[in-house]
């Protein structure tokens, strides 16, 4: 303990004898090691943020190429649809235009 006293009596001393400038330098120096890690932990910050940033837009591309998947599967499905309507109103057509010829046929 009398040997940490010591060590800070000598530190208190050397401080008083010691330049304004010098103080000055050492405040210059304490402010910048301050904004450098600031500027450090924002700069991991960022990294982890583009990481994350990453796997969102990758996410998002997996969700959209599912989106297109099930579109072009129900464009499909209504296409055939359309398909077979118009199919099934021509077959219609064709019936009811032969019925009503075998109609006026068949009346006297």
């Known amino acids: 303990m009398e040997k940490g006293m010591a060590v800070l009596?000598?530190?208190?001393t050397e401080l008083e004898h010691t330049p304004p400038r010098v103080n000055s330098l050492e405040h210059s120096v304490n402010q910048l090691e301050v904004q450098f890690t600031a500027m450090n932990k924002d700069i991991t910050e960022i990294k982890e943020e583009g990481k994350e940033t990453h796997s969102l837009v990758r996410q998002l591309g997996e969700?959209?190429?599912k989106l297109?998947?099930?579109g072009t599967v129900v464009a499909a499905i209504a296409s055939f649809l359309l398909v077979g309507l118009?199919?099934?109103?021509t077959w219609n057509g064709?019936?009811?235009r032969?019925?009503?010829?075998?109609?006026?046929g068949s009346e006297p």
């Open 86 to 89: 118009k199919v099934y109103d």
């Open 68 to 70: 297109f998947f099930i």
């Open 63 to 65: 969700e959209v190429r």
């Open 98 to 104: 032969e019925r009503s010829t075998y109609t006026q």
């Open 94 to 96: 064709i019936q009811d």
């Open 9 to 12: 009596e000598h530190r208190v």
